[in-house]
């Protein structure tokens, strides 16, 4: 596999430096990607970069995945109009655990001549003193330099405090100190990381072959891939709730799930051959299968199946498909049965509940009843609505329809809790308590 002609045909290189293609055609080469720790996730939005990674490995190169305990407390300011909020360490150190299990889903850690490496660049920061890291990188870099770069000139007018101008010089060093120390040759990253990056590779230029020797073996490269956005122009990443992210603690593989599957067909022959590993023939095919029964939704069958197996397993991926059967597909009474107590609260996220003690059901003298007033009016406001609802044939009771208004309360209560109604395409989940 050829790397730079993988990410070619899947649209994924965006510009990279005179030399890079050639230097990972001669010989295995280390390259790395850093991620900042301002979270405890990573976000749909870093995946195009991780898969950078992934790529690399799978033709044979070595990535380094480079986690910013040190530059994390700074935070970057490309593509920002004001500066970060400061992290404590503690912060940033339970962060950096969150997102190196993460990436080990994504690289193979045991592979070993190019197994992926996680490191830190507060190991090399911590007992470096200010006065350090001017001689070592402060001396080689112009202000005129840095203030060239559109991260810095964007912000000359609403303020740029020195911390932030100095990150592009911090991101530098960590390229130079992983060139000296790991062998690394290579940064990659989003194409609003030009800037930052290619400082590295004219810091290692100048630390190590002086203003003017353009030998080869002082040589290091750069390479980004283009920012993910919708066809609408618009950022892509975010759902009504904000960030999607990898945790399932933060966004459930159901939602996860359901946001691949909601996307427009426009995106999809972007997003396909950005976040998935098929290969382009079958990728072809689907888009053909695709363009042929478009209310199927193949790609974003595919897309959604694909990256939740990934970062949620299997087990997650079939919960996730069992959920959307369930709130939105062709589910049975069956279906129902199947779900297991721990995976109620996981399915049922957002929708509407109400609880139902035991004396409001031995009150209630019908559907009619428990639907409105035991119900407290949660599920329907009056039992006039109810009963309008259930003679339209709207009512749906764990799958089944309810045809009789004044049918008793008769439930089969699933896992010995839960009532499922559904109100036409809405539905309301009872807990008996």
Known sequence: MNFIDELRWRGMLNDMTPGTEEQLQKEMTAGYIGFDPTAASLHIGNLATVMLLVHLQRAGH??????????????????????????????LRHNQEGIRAQLARFLDFDSGANAAQMVNNYDWFKEMTFLDFLREAGQHITVNYMVAKDSVKKRLDTGLSFMEFSYQLLQ???????????????????????????????????????????????H???????????????????????????DPAMTSPYQFYQFWLNATDADCPRLIRVFTLLTREE???????????????????????EVTIRVHSQAGYD???????????????????????????????????????????????????????????????????????????AVSI????????????????????????????????????
Do not use: C
């Open 220 to 246: 290091a490269f750069a390479l980004t891939t283009p920012l993910i956005t919708k066809a609408d122009g618009t950022k892509f990443g975010k759902s009504a709730g904000g960030n999607v992210w990898l």
């Open 283 to 305: 990728i072809e095919e689907l888009e053909r299968q695709h363009n042929e029964a478009p209310h199927l939704r193949l790609l974003q069958k595919a897309i959604a199946k």
């Open 319 to 393: 919960l996730a498909v069992k959920a959307s059967d369930v709130l939105f597909g062709k589910a049975t009474l069956e279906t129902l049965r199947s779900i297991q107590a721990n995976e109620f609260d996981i399915i049922f996220e957002g929708v509407p509940q109400t609880e139902v003690s035991a004396e409001e059901l031995a009150n209630s003298k019908d559907i009619t009843d428990l639907l409105s007033v035991a119900s407290r009016g949660e599920v329907y406001a009056s039992k006039g609505e109810a009963r309008r609802a259930i003679t339209q044939n």
């Open 172 to 218: 530098g060093y960590d390229f130079y100190w992983l060139y000296k120390n790991r062998n690394v040759r290579l940064q990659m990253g989003g194409s609003d990381q030009w800037g930052n990056i290619t400082t590295g590779t004219e810091l290692i230029r100048r630390k190590e072959g002086g203003q003017t020797d353009l030998r080869e073996e002082h």
């Open 398 to 433: 764990n799958k089944t329809k309810v045809a009789d208004p004044a049918a008793a309360v008769d439930l089969e209560w699933l896992q010995g809790r839960y009532v499922l109604v559904s109100k036409g395409k809405k539905n309301h989940l009872l807990k008996k308590v």
């Open 62 to 91: 070595k990535p380094f995945a480079l986690v910013g305990g040190a530059t994390g407390m700074i935070g970057d300011p490309s593509g920002r109009s004001t500066e970060r909020d400061y992290l404590s360490e503690e912060t």
